[in-house]
């Protein structure tokens, strides 16, 4: 089993920055590719991000490239998103999850999820 914890979500203004932490607990840490979800209202949960377990490998949305950058620190077992340039797309819920084997995108590969953080960009 592995728990997540999502923390950092709040609210800023368009063209401004969050970093989003996602702590894990649990066994197989080591092995855990860890990612990131959204769900906007009204929409449908989409893949943000994912990170292999040596965090070497990653793989971003096209919605987020080159404003977005995830990272992990394996020795506190934490995953972090930071998100530069936001807009208000990017307005929703953030969920962390996390899987074992290669970095997939499909939400139904990953079996464990945190309860999500809110992020709301203002225009």
């Known amino acids: 089993q592995v728990q997540l914890v999502e923390s950092g979500g709040g609210l800023v203004q368009s063209g401004g920055s969050l970093r989003l932490s996602c702590a894990a607990s649990g066994r197989f840490l080591s092995t855990i590719v860890m990612g990131w979800f959204r769900q906007a209202p009204g929409k449908e949960r989409e893949f943000v991000v994912a990170?292999?377990?040596?965090?070497?490998?990653?793989n971003y949305a096209d919605s987020v490239k080159g404003r977005f950058t995830i990272s992990r620190d394996n020795a506190k077992n934490t995953v972090y998103l930071q998100m530069n340039s936001l807009n208000t797309e990017d307005t929703a819920v953030y969920y962390c999850?996390?899987?074992?084997?290669?970095?997939?995108?499909?939400?139904?590969?990953?079996?464990?999820w945190g309860q999500g953080t809110q992020v709301t960009v203002s225009s």
């Open positions: 999850a996390a899987r074992q084997g290669s970095l997939l995108s499909m939400e139904k590969y990953y079996y464990y």
């Open positions: 990170i292999n377990s040596s965090g070497r490998s990653t």
